[in-house]
């Protein structure tokens, strides 16, 4: 069953905490030494190869990070290396699709000034997979406090059969992500 994805309008409460969250996330990622951002990214790798889930995915979507998100260079050339289809987001106008990469290189500068995938329409990938999630917060409930512009909780919501695990440090994991009835929440969190 496909579960639609309709923006609602939020409580000022709730509002005002994700703007908080946003800002005190950003700060303490752009805080982090390049030692912290590698012993993190390699941790997550390590948690990562200990899920059957993704181990067994034969396709894992991936985000190539920037403005200091999790780094997953190392995640994503293990993956290629280890025989696993994978694709990275492209945004094209409001909406986010996936293409199969087979190295970084596959990759130029491109909206927002991310890195994203060459790839044509032959490329798309939409097929049941494991996918790696960017967020700035999460809490233990799954729930996942983004950029604010909706293009993962829009993928998943015509995508609702691919595995998610969050991606992020420690200290991203928060009490609590105030959520709306369309945000997808994910099935495990990796720090």
């Known amino acids: 069953m496909e579960r639609s994805w309709i923006k609602t309008k939020m409580p000022e409460e709730a509002l005002e905490l994700k703007k908080n969250l946003r800002c005190d996330m950003k700060a303490r990622r752009n805080a982090l030494t390049d030692e912290e951002k590698k012993h993190a990214a390699a941790n997550c790798l390590s948690k990562l190869k200990e899920l059957p889930e993704f181990m067994n995915a034969d396709r894992i979507y991936a985000y190539i990070a920037c403005r200091n998100e999790l780094e997953t260079a190392d995640i994503i050339s293990w993956c290629l290396s280890h025989g696993k289809h994978v694709a990275v987001p492209k945004v094209q106008g409001e909406i986010m699709h996936f293409y199969e990469i087979t190295a970084l290189s596959d990759c130029v500068p491109g909206a927002f000034g991310i890195l994203e995938p060459t790839g044509e329409e032959k490329d798309r990938i939409t097929t049941p997979g494991f996918m790696l999630v960017p967020g700035l917060a999460f809490d233990k409930n799954g729930n996942r406090l983004g950029y604010g512009g ?35 929440r994910m099935d495990y969190l990796i720090y």
């Open 150 to 184: 909706g293009f993962y909780d829009k993928y998943l919501a015509s995508h609702e059969e691919i595995i998610t695990a969050a991606l992020g440090y420690d200290f991203q994991i928060v009490e609590k992500v105030p959520s709306e009835s369309h945000d997808r």
